[in-house]
C-alpha cells in the first residue's frame, strides 16, 4: 500500500538525490519506508529545517509551506521514483525527436489538479532546441492557454523585447514554464502543482543543455532551485543548475555538457505591473549576455 508523499517532504527527497546525483549516484533502491527510505526522509527534512532557519521564506508568489510537522510515509510512492528511472528520450541524440517524446510521454495529462480547472490545452514549450539560453517562466495564461505557446499576451511582447535587447530573437532561445497548464484565473501554480509538472521541464532541460537558463519570477526560481529565499536574495548572481532526477550523464550526444548556469529575474508580468524593476531587470540580463558572450545592443529594454 502506498500514499502520496507530503509535498515537503518530496522536495526534501528530491534535494537529497539531486546531491546524489551531483556526486555521480544515480542508482536507488526500494525498499519498505520503515528502513533506510525513513532514515532519509527524516535527514532531508532535518536538512531543510536548517536551511528554512538561515534562509526566511518570501511566500508571496507561492503557497505557503505547511507546518514543521511532516508525515513520515508509511511507503514511497511510485511516481517519486519515475523521477530517478532512465526516462525514454535517453540515448536520443536529436533534440527535436527526443523532445516529442517527452512530450508523448506527458500526453493527455493528468498527473495534478490543473487538468480539470480549465485548461483549454497542454503549453509544452516553444524555441529552439539546440539553444544557448532558456527562460522558464511559471505558467500559461489565458493567451498562452488558447493558443498553446508559452508567453504570447502582453508579458510574452515585453519578454521578446527583453530577449532583443540581448542582441537576439525569440526563435534564438527555448521559452517554457514551470506548469504546463493554465491555472485558474492565472493564479499562482500551488507548490503540488509544480512538483508535479516540473519533472517534464528538467527532462527538456537535460535534452535542450543549455548554457544558460533565465528563471523568470519568484515561481520558477524557487522550483527549479527549491529555494524559498525572496526575489532579492536569488537575483544578482549565478547559480550551478543541473536538472534534478534526470540523469545527465549521456556523453554520446554532448560530453560538454554537465549541467548549466541559472540567473533569477522578475517575471515580465511584473515588470508590466511595476516598470520601474526593468533596470534591474536589464542588469540581470546583462549578466547573462556576459556569460554567453552576447554582445549588449545600443538600447536597453
Ligand atoms: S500542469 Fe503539468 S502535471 Fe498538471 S495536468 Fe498539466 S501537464 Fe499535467
Known sequence: MSRTLDPELRRALAA???????MGIYDFYRREASGEVATLAAEARGADAVTAEIQPESREEMSPRKGAAVAVPVAVEE???????????????????????????????????????????????????????????????????????????????LLNNMIKAMGITREQVYIANIVKCRPPGNRTPEREECDTCSPFLMRQIAVIKPKVIVAL???????????????????????????AGVRIDDRSSDPRWDGCQLAVTYHPAFLLRDPRQKGEAWKDLQMVMRELGLKAPEKSV
Do not use: W
Open 79 to 157: 511516481n517519486f521514483f519515475e523521477l530517478i528511472a532512465p526516462k525514454p528520450e535517453q540515448g536520443v541524440s536529436d533534440p527535436v525527436k527526443a523532445l516529442k517524446i517527452i512530450r508523448e510521454d506527458l500526453g493527455d495529462c493528468t498527473r495534478c489538479p490543473l487538468h480539470k480547472q480549465g485548461r483549454k490545452q497542454i503549453v509544452f514549450g516553444v524555441g529552439d532546441p539546440a539553444t544557448d539560453l532558456m527562460f522558464v517562466g511559471e505558467g500559461p495564461g489565458a493567451d498562452e492557454d488558447d493558443q498553446g505557446e508559452p508567453f504570447v499576451g502582453r508579458a510574452g511582447q
Open 217 to 243: 519570477g519568484a515561481t520558477a526560481a524557487k522550483t527549479l532551485l527549491a529555494m524559498n529565499s525572496s526575489m532579492a536574495q536569488l537575483r544578482g548572481r549565478f547559480y550551478d543548475f543541473k536538472p
Open 16 to 22: 537529497r538525490i539531486r546531491y546524489h546525483n551531483e
